[in-house]
């Protein structure tokens, strides 16, 4: 094992041209094998170095993304410069943009601090508007889905070319994008769905444009273009998998 290890941090990454490129340390960026470095490097250069010397302080890790839960902002500054201590002696640093105390708040946390939300796996968290199983309204600290992930959704749905697809009829579509639809509904979709409401709405928009491109009688109405898309969201509402959620509420509205 030790030696594929070694082979791997030492094996050069082959640019886009062919010519290979020579590396002395690390991984590369992207590389599949990088998370799998990561998580085995810091298990033990942090897993293990908190529990044993920070018990007390929660934490989550995925790869090297790390999210610690302090009591206040004096034990979060002693344990970041403990914490850059510790990596220092590992042979690594913190990431001087992304390693930072935010406050969390929400109701019960009403202080002021220059930092109050921070992205962690596509989602940010921040303080948002929520309503209680009793219809109350009040600030909480939660997860939506980032700009960064809505970013790259819409440019997934862009690299669709949707509107060079006039030969597919819309059930066509829903059988090649449904899959990758659902995996989004169901990760991003998970906390704060309305977050994720605008995003659906420009892939509605889109699929509008393809019947512009696709019908003679859409061509240059865009309105009646997405009229005809909630027509066909209203009839068929399963259609498509991000429709149950979008239309429903639009629905209920």
Request: with cysteine.
């Amino acid at each position: 094992m030790l030696l594929y290890i070694e082979r791997w941090l030492k094996a050069p990454v082959q640019l886009e041209d062919g010519t290979p490129d020579p590396r002395e340390k690390g991984t590369p960026q992207g590389s599949v094998v990088s998370p799998l470095m990561a998580n085995l490097f810091l298990h033990y250069a942090f897993d293990m170095w908190m529990r044993r010397n920070h018990p007390s302080i929660p934490f989550e890790r995925y790869a090297d993304d790390i999210l610690c839960h302090c009591d206040s902002e004096r034990q979060a500054q002693e344990l970041k410069e403990a914490l850059a201590k510790r990596f220092a002696e590992c042979g690594l640093e913190l990431h001087p943009d992304k390693t930072k105390i935010v406050y969390c708040k929400d109701d019960d946390r009403r202080g002021d601090y220059p930092e109050q939300k921070f992205d962690f796996l596509g989602y940010t968290f921040r303080a948002r508007r929520s309503k209680n199983r009793w219809g109350k309204h009040f600030v909480n600290f939660s997860p939506g889905v980032s700009n960064a992930a809505t970013k790259a959704i819409r440019q997934e749905i862009r690299a669709w070319q949707l509107r060079c697809r006039v030969d597919k009829r819309i059930d066509d579509l829903a059988r090649i994008f449904n899959p990758i639809i659902r995996g989004w509904m169901n990760y991003y979709g998970r906390y704060y769905k309305s977050a994720l409401y605008p995003t659906l709405r420009h892939l509605d928009r889109c699929l509008a444009r393809w019947a512009m491109s696709k019908y003679k009688r859409l061509r240059r109405h865009r309105r009646r273009a997405e009229h005809w898309v909630r027509d066909i969201a209203c009839r068929t509402p399963t259609l498509l998998a991000h429709w149950p959620m979008l239309h429903k509420t639009a629905a209920g509205r």
